[in-house]
Nanobody, 124 residues
Framework: QVQLVESGGGLVQAGGSLRISCAAS????????MGWLRQAPGKEREFVAA???????YYADSVKGRFTISRDNAKNTMYLDMNSLKPEDTAVYYC??????????????????WGQGTQVTVSF
């Protein structure tokens, strides 16, 4: 049974930094397509970042240069380091996993397992 558990969300001032984590069980992060997506109030869920089994890394234009996705294979955990946070980054952040490899636009990738989400709030 695959389980994804996010942690590390919270309240931070604009310009600040935060790291969120996604601990996986029942599936190896290094052999999966792993992604971070977020959903702000009243908006659709959107792609943030993804890392593939081969180490390919992708970011949404809105976070490129500010966010860094990574994984620790020994801990079977994925991370999202968020710097220079903006109020518009406020959302529930979800980690997601899928065993398939994709070669299409990362914004279109599908995931078969999701975490429960962690709230990130960036104040002015």
């Amino acid at each position: 049974q695959v389980q994804l558990v996010e942690s590390g969300g919270g309240l931070v001032q604009a310009g600040g930094s935060l790291r969120i984590s996604c601990a996986a069980s029942g599936r190896t992060v290094s052999s999966s397509t792993m992604g971070w997506l977020r959903q702000a109030p009243g908006k659709e869920r959107e792609f943030v970042a993804a890392i593939t089994s081969s180490g390919g890394i992708y970011y949404a234009d809105s976070v490129k240069g500010r966010f860094t996705i990574s994984r620790d294979n020994a801990k079977n955990t994925m991370y999202l380091d968020m710097n220079s946070l903006k109020p518009e980054d406020t959302a529930v952040y979800y980690c997601a996993s899928d065993p398939r490899n994709y070669w299409t636009d990362p914004k279109l990738w599908k995931y078969d397992h999701w975490g429960q989400g962690t709230q990130v709030t960036v104040s002015f």
